[in-house]
């Protein structure tokens, strides 16, 4: 199942170093982060870990939870918190899915159907392409999609600068430009008419027709 931006994010349960979670009852009424990785004990995913839970605390300022997955049990998970604890000085404090069956990669269209149905004897190449971001809304669809190759360690401050522009363009009629960063000016959508434009957004700036520009909205 190939997934795309507005799907409904697909829901599952798995065991997790927090327990068992139901993934849409896990959500609930918030945002969620979900970042995948091929296996434990990696040195690029061991730095993007430390990196998220240092990072924790601002997602939930934005009421966002984070998830991360890793092809590999409970047990190897928590060794490995360990170490990202060593190696970034972050407590890893968010739950991380024992995908052991590859029963979410798969879902989540990360692994093919064919790849088996567990993760003994796989290596990190074979798992390649589970090193994806899904940001998903509380209306449960996925809102972004982003997959990494594995000698690339991600920007997470990035997945905070996207969540910041899905939530404001969720309430207001605007988009964000390029580079765009909480409190620059955005750009009114081409639904709005010139005539809403000056009542909503008045002072608004037209640069061309098609683009125009306001104070973020607050």
């Known amino acids: 199942m190939s997934l795309r ?8 349960t798995a065991e997790t170093t927090q327990g068992p979670i139901s993934f849409h009852q896990w959500i609930g009424d918030n945002w969620a982060v979900l970042f995948s990785h091929p296996k434990d ?9 430390g990196v998220v839970a240092s990072l924790e605390q601002q997602f939930a300022a934005r009421g966002a939870k984070v998830i991360g997955l890793s092809v590999d049990p409970v047990d190897n ?15 890893i404090n968010y739950p991380v899915i024992a995908d052991t069956e590859l029963k979410v990669a798969k879902l989540y269209d990360m692994l093919p159907g064919d790849a088996g149905d567990s993760c ?18 509380p209306d449960k669809r996925i809102k972004l999609l982003l997959a990494y190759p594995m ?17 404001l363009t969720a309430k207001h009629k605007v988009a964000t430009p390029a580079n765009w960063r909480q409190g620059e000016d955005v750009i009114i959508t081409g639904a709005v008419s010139n005539e809403e434009a000056a009542k909503i957004f008045p002072g608004y700036k037209t ?12």
């Not at 392409?129 to 998903?136: A, E």
């Not at 000698?151 to 969540?163: A, K, P, Q, S, W």
């Not at 061309?208 to 104070?215: D, F, G, Q």
Request: proline fraction near 6%; aromatic fraction near 8%; charged fraction near 25%.
């Open 207 to 218: 640069v061309k027709p098609y683009l125009r520009t306001t104070s973020q909205p607050q």
């Open 41 to 49: 004990f990696t040195p690029v995913c061991t730095t993007e870990l």
């Open 77 to 91: 998970h928590t060794k490995w918190a360990q170490d990202i604890k060593e190696v970034t000085g972050a407590t």
């Open 151 to 167: 000698t690339t360690g991600r920007n997470f401050d990035e997945i905070i600068r996207v969540l910041d522009s899905i939530q």
């Open 5 to 12: 931006i507005n799907d409904v994010a697909p829901d599952f």
């Open 120 to 137: 003994e004897g796989r290596t990190p190449a074979d798992n390649a392409t589970v090193r994806m971001v899904f940001v998903i809304g």
